[in-house]
């Protein structure tokens, strides 16, 4: 009895071991890249001895943006630290508006699919496909003014994207970004992370997607005046961390199949919250506005031993 007994928790344990097992390799499969907040961002990311690899999957080759303003208080308006929802609107599609073909962006360009894992430099790789930066990048914008549900999660974000790339169409190479508005977020939101990018399935193929919660809620946690200072810098978190989002889907769309470094850290990581020397984060003109934006990895950067950039090559 007792050997039988034993016997039945050594089968529940290595039961519950398998699960376990399925559990964690589902969770990587998923891939979840989170954005830590200020403070939080470990130092290893910044590592400049570390290149970054392909593992093998896709890019973004001809990058896209598609933004969905998620839940009916975006139509109604609303007004945070003497801003409107509609100033934040303009701020963020002026962002994605005028960054597709900018210097900014381009350093994008040297990574590519199509290449055995572990290449870290695409130039003379036969098959090579590359990234493109071309303008006009910004694609869509659209109000789902579906109610929000009580409790924001994962799985309801990816939902959600799934419902704008019904809405916009489906494109292998673009980002779908779901942004909530003012004091609706998952938890987590300015205390361990500020935005996260992730993959899911759709009726026409998987999708790359971004979810960006209201970056003003979480003040300098998320970037509010990493860059300018005062009213001026209110909104500087949208574009610091939407600019980090959208550097990592294009590079990595199915995270962690694209480009990251030994630490699993991606083009936007390794180059976070940087204050000063190079790379440090700064105000960048598009079109005919300034927006504060951190810097991306380049492995070209100082022959072949790479860093943090603002413009490439």
Known sequence: MRHTLKLGLSMLAVTALLAATAAASSAHAGGVVYMQVKGAHSARHHNGSTLMSSHGGVIEQAPKVFIDYWGPQWSAGFSTGGFSSAEAQSYVQGFFGGVGGSSWANS?????????????????????????????????????????????????????????????????????????????????????????????SSTSGTLSFAYMPYQPDAGSSCGMNFVNAGSAGYFDG????????????????????????????????????????????????????????????????????????????
Do not use: R
């Open 108 to 200: 994008t360009t040297q990574y590519c699919q199509g290449v055995p894992s572990g290449t870290t430099n695409c130039a003379n790789v036969s098959g090579a496909t590359y990234v493109t930066n071309p303008t006009g990048q910004l694609a869509g914008m659209w109000n789902d003014t579906t109610a929000l549900p009580s409790k924001i999660s994962q799985s309801a974000v990816a939902a959600e994207a799934a419902v704008a790339a019904a809405h916009f169409g489906f494109y292998a190479g673009a980002d779908y970004m779901v942004f909530t508005p003012s004091g609706h977020s998952e938890s987590g939101f300015g205390t361990q992370w500020c935005a996260y990018h992730s993959s899911t």
């Open 238 to 313: 949208f574009s610091i961390v939407g600019g980090h989002e959208y550097g990592e889907t294009i590079t990595d769309p199915f995270p962690s199949t694209g480009w990251l470094d030994g630490s699993g850290a991606e083009n936007g990581d390794k180059c976070a919250w940087i204050s000063s020397g190079q790379g440090a984060a700064t105000n960048i003109p598009l079109g005919l506005a300034q927006y504060a934006v951190q810097s991306l990895w380049s492995n070209a950067f100082n022959s072949g031993v790479g860093g943090c950039v603002l413009s490439y090559p």
